[in-house]
Each structure stands twice: as structure tokens, then as C-alpha cells.
T-cell receptor, first 111, second 116 residues
């Protein structure tokens, strides 16, 4: 079945850039999403990219898509302590627009 | 415009009881998705519903779990005879039927089910 892999942890210093990577298996994914989850909370949609794009920029966020390698990344510029959370890559997969989630990357931002 | 509303936020049940989780989609959204998140894991798709129809239930356990989205009222995820392994966070997401945002799913805050 479809699968999504992410690094489990990332630690960065406040003010640095963070890059969260994701690989997926379903080459037919038309949309690929990034969600943020803070402790005990729901998922907040951060950004998404269509499969016919290779880059999307939205303020501090930059998404890069390498469709050939099925690799997606999220870059957060000028990372702040409020960015500490779990980040999920979620391509659409398996038909009917359902999202396939990896285990998430825990981003820790330290002073 | 209120977001996706789920209630209750926390639900405690004893083994063998029934759990009913409710989800009211965003205004104007007619598509509802349910996902389950076990501790320290990502979300797993359970079921996709439109008004009065189950479209895809490929992620639903075959027994004890059911879902509905009636013409009026919220979507309900029902778990009968709960067991400890059902303890998880259950998230609902909604999306509109059409328009530019039709493929974007917006999530509720979740219901955290604890089975004693």
C-alpha cells in the first residue's frame, strides 16, 4: 500500500532555517500537503503543492517537490520557538482524496 | 465562520461500552473524513462520507465500527463494545464539494478516547 517516510526528529536553533524531508510511494498523488500539530491539538494546514509544480513559496515556508524521486521537503525560514511542533507530510493517495500520513517530524527549536 | 467542530474533546469509556463521536463540518462542506491517530503515530484514514452516503470505508475495522453522515446533523463515528486498543485520538476533516478548495481537508481538534 501507500507509504510515507519522514525523519522523526529535527532540532534547530532559533533564527536558523529548518528543512523537513518526506518521501512517499504513490506516484499518482495529485496534491501533497503539510500539516502542523501542536501538543494535544488538531492539525493545522500549513501549505500544499500540486503535483505539476516543483516549488511553492508562502511567506516563511518553501515547499520543494521532486516528483521523479517522490521527495517532498518543507523549509521554514527564520525558525521561531512557536514553530516547535510535529509536522506531517500528507500526499493524497489511494483514491477518493484520502490523505496518507507519515509518523511526523518533531521539530524542536532552541535558543 | 466556525471551523470543523468535534465533540466531545475527551471521552472516557469502560471496556464494553459504546463510544459516539460527533463531527460538524465547516459551513458549506459536504465531504467528511475520519482518521485515527494512535499514540506517537501518524493519522490513519478510516472512512470518507458525503451526505447520506459512505464513499470509502476501506480503513474502517470490519467489526464494531460504523459511521454515518445524515442529511441533517453532524457526522457520527460509533464504536461499539470498546476495547483498550480503541484508545486513540479520532480526527474529523471536511472539504467542500467543489471549487478551488475541493481537495483541501480542514481538520477538527479531535476527540481523545480513553478506554479503561
Amino acid at each position: 500500500g501507500e507509504d510515507v517516510e519522514q525523519s522523526l526528529f529535527l532540532s534547530v536553533r532559533e533564527g536558523d532555517s529548518s528543512v523537513i524531508n518526506c518521501t512517499y510511494t504513490d506516484s499518482s498523488s495529485t496534491y501533497l500537503y503539510w500539516y502542523k500539530q501542536e501538543p494535544g491539538a488538531g492539525l493545522q494546514l500549513l501549505t500544499y503543492i500540486f503535483s505539476n509544480m516543483d516549488m511553492k513559496q508562502d511567506q516563511r515556508l518553501t515547499v520543494l517537490l521532486n516528483k521523479k524521486d517522490k521527495h517532498l521537503s518543507l523549509r521554514i525560514a527564520d525558525t521561531q520557538t512557536g514553530d516547535s511542533a510535529i509536522y506531517f507530510c500528507a500526499p493524497v493517495g489511494g483514491g477518493y482524496n484520502k490523505l496518507i500520513f507519515g509518523a511526523g517530524t518533531r521539530l524542536a527549536v532552541h535558543p | 465562520n466556525a471551523g470543523v467542530m468535534q465533540n466531545p474533546r475527551h471521552l472516557v469509556r469502560r471496556r464494553g461500552q459504546e463510544a459516539r463521536l460527533r463531527c460538524s463540518p465547516m459551513k458549506g462542506h459536504s465531504h467528511v473524513y475520519w482518521y485515527r491517530q494512535l499514540p506517537e503515530e501518524g493519522l490513519k484514514f478510516m472512512v470518507y462520507l458525503q451526505k447520506e452516503n459512505i464513499i470509502d470505508e476501506s480503513g474502517m475495522p470490519k467489526e464494531r465500527f460504523s459511521a454515518e453522515f445524515p442529511k441533517e446533523g453532524p457526522s457520527i463515528l460509533r464504536i461499539q463494545q470498546v476495547v483498550r486498543g480503541d484508545s486513540a485520538a479520532y480526527f474529523c476533516a471536511s472539504s467542500p464539494k467543489e471549487g478551488l478548495a475541493k481537495n483541501i481537508q480542514y481538520f477538527g481538534a479531535g476527540t481523545r478516547l480513553s478506554v479503561l
